[in-house]
């Protein structure tokens, strides 16, 4: 497949998913805030169509202005998404013809795409690439709206797959240093780069996620009610929020269940919990007299081959995620239980590090040494320092496009409207 054959059947691909998110409600529904936390769903639509058209319309193709008028309303910097509601946006109806509008214009800059271009914005296709990923950002974000809209549930899928193997316990990682970030992905962002070495201590790593079983055994011991496992701040924060079980939990008698794109059925407590904060993680972890990996312990685990000693695109090899190594892409509306994924395992033997749940790992948005802004200082650097923890891996919800074993995501740490969820590590290995 050329580069322009696979740019346009990744932009095609990308819009389906757009277009089951946004069709899949009426219009009232579209246009409502169903939590002050998220955009209305016909924003993250017409910001999509906004960011398409000033990177590849405007800028990679040096064409006129579509709808220069409405930049402002669809920057992400200008206004809170709490007040993106009262703005004067597209309706759904003009928002689909505006972003389709743009994507028959940029099916055309592909067209006449150079084959060997001089401008780094488009070696690889990388300002393609770039533009993919972030539509399906914006598709897990409004996959994670849709988990939080009220009403009959209107998004339908198989289920994930059953385990088929036990995965328990912790897995040792050697003491050494390791390649982490990538100078050599083609459509990995600033915030990856550049590759370098890292010399990590010996670790110990869970073999798989924290499932919701227990999870609910960190709860039933009262590890909410208990000060000491949190932190200053989580504790503050657990308070004022009146944090008691993961966001969606309820009890019914003396068992949990959670609420899953409108659907309320019981905890499943072999799959990876869900919609956690990251001091909800942290606790979690002190409780259980361990702690949460670092950025560079997480990816390690994920990547390092000591067999050859470099690392890995992803933890099963170089290959692309394929439904065999990875519950990504939407495919499941939900986690996969531990031990669904063997195909998926790393060389040391942890499971699941791709796909199902977000993980959060104890490491603040940093740039790597070597880092320079691209395209644009507000992709990565404007963050840096922030109030932000990482997650790594990607989530049941997150496309194969946009995650890597070098993927790095961040969000503040009292967020759990995502698809968060975590693993334990120690540095003395198992009590
Ligand atoms: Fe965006």
């Known amino acids: 497949m050329s580069l322009r054959e696979r740019v346009a059947a990744e932009l095609e691909r ?6 089951i998110l946004t069709d899949a409600v009426d219009d009232a529904d579209l246009v409502r805030q169903h939590s002050p936390l998220m955009s209305p769903l016909v924003w993250d ?13 405007r800028d990679v193709g040096g064409r006129e202005p579509v709808r220069q008028d409405i930049d402002h309303l669809y920057d992400a910097f200008k206004h809170a998404r709490r007040d993106r509601p009262q703005l004067p946006l597209l309706g759904p109806a003009e928002a689909r013809a505006y972003v389709s509008t743009v994507r028959d214009k940029v099916l055309d800059v592909v067209d006449r795409l150079p084959s060997d271009p001089a401008r780094p914005l488009l070696r690889d296709g990388f300002a393609f690439g770039m533009i993919v990923q972030h539509e399906q950002q914006h598709d897990e974000t409004m996959l994670a709206t849709h988990q939080l809209r009220a009403g009959s549930p209107v998004l339908a899928a198989d289920p994930p797959p059953s385990a088929v193997v036990a995965v328990g316990g912790e897995v040792h990682v050697p003491a050494g240093p390791f390649d982490m970030g990538t100078s050599t992905e083609p459509w990995a962002l600033d915030n990856e780069r550049p590759a370098h070495r890292v010399d ?7 073999a798989a996620p924290v499932t919701n079983a227990q999870y ?11 000060p000491r496992f949190w932190s200053a701040a989580g ?3 657990r308070v004022s929020a009146g944090l008691e079980a993961p966001l969606h939990w309820t009890r019914d008698g003396g068992d949990w269940h959670a ?14 919990v869900v919609h956690v904060c990251f001091h909800e993680a942290a606790a979690y972890a002190a409780w259980a007299g361990r702690r949460l990996p670092t950025e560079a312990e997480w990816e390690k685990a994920a990547r390092f081959d000591p067999a050859t000693g470099r690392s890995r695109r992803f933890p099963w090899g170089d290959d692309d995620p394929t439904p065999r190594h990875a519950n990504l892409g939407q495919r499941h509306l939900r986690p996969a239980p531990v031990g669904a994924y063997p195909d998926g395992a790393s060389p040391l033997g942890v499971h699941q590090l791709i796909g199902d749940v977000w993980e959060w790992v104890d490491s603040d948005f940093l740039p790597y040494p070597g880092f320079s802004a691209f395209p644009y200082r507000e992709y990565s650097e404007v963050f840096f320092g922030g109030d932000y923890k990482m997650l790594r891996g990607g989530s049941f919800g997150t496309d194969r ?20 969820g975590f ?8 009590a």
Do not use: K, M
Request: net charge positive.
């Open 401 to 420: 496009a946009a995650c890597r074993g070098t993927f790095r995501n961040w969000d503040h740490p009292i967020r759990r409207q995502i698809f968060s």
């Open 235 to 237: 504790w503050e924060h």
């Open 259 to 272: 609420t899953t794109f409108g659907r309320t059925a019981p905890i499943v407590p072999d799959a990876p």
């Open 14 to 19: 990308t819009r389906r998913r757009s277009e």
């Open 200 to 206: 990590v201590p010996a670790f110990w790593i869970d």
């Open 216 to 226: 609910a055994a960190f709860i039933d011991a009262g590890g909410y009610d208990r």
């Open 423 to 430: 693993r334990t590590a120690s540095s003395s290995g198992p």
């Open 45 to 57: 639509l017409a910001h999509i169509g906004n960011q398409e058209e000033l990177w590849l319309v």
